[in-house]
Nanobody
Framework: QVQLVESGGGLVQAGGSLRLSCAVSGRSITTLQLAWFRQAPVKEREMVARTHWSGVQSYVSDSVKGRFTISRDNARNTVYLQMNNLKPEDTAVYYC?????WGKGTQVTVSS
């Protein structure tokens, strides 16, 4: 059983930055492909970024390319999402995912 706990969300002004964390337990992240998703009100959940088990960033959504970066700290068994130059349209609940496992999410709100 893999457990995922997100943190780091909050309220930020447009142009600001946040770093989300996803603490993973139950399995080493060095064996996992991990992804960040987000879901805004009345919208479908969408993948934002994904990192291969090797640590290579294997996918970034066009809507966040150049602004968001996914990374991992194997020693802490944690995955991060660095979000820069945030825009109001980035407002959503952000979820960490691997295989069939999901965290409960962390709210990000960007004010204009």
């Amino acid at each position: 059983q893999v457990q995922l706990v997100e943190s780091g969300g909050g309220l930020v002004q447009a142009g600001g930055s946040l770093r989300l964390s996803c603490a993973v337990s139950g399995r080493s992240i060095t064996t996992l492909q991990l992804a960040w998703f987000r879901q805004a009100p009345v919208k479908e959940r969408e993948m934002v970024a994904r990192t291969h088990w090797s640590g290579v960033q294997s996918y970034v959504s066009d809507s966040v390319k150049g602004r968001f970066t996914i990374s991992r700290d194997n020693a802490r068994n944690t995955v991060y999402l660095q979000m820069n130059n945030l825009k109001p349209e980035d407002t959503a609940v952000y979820y960490c995912n691997t295989q069939a496992f999901w965290g409960k999410g962390t709210q990000v709100t960007v004010s204009s």
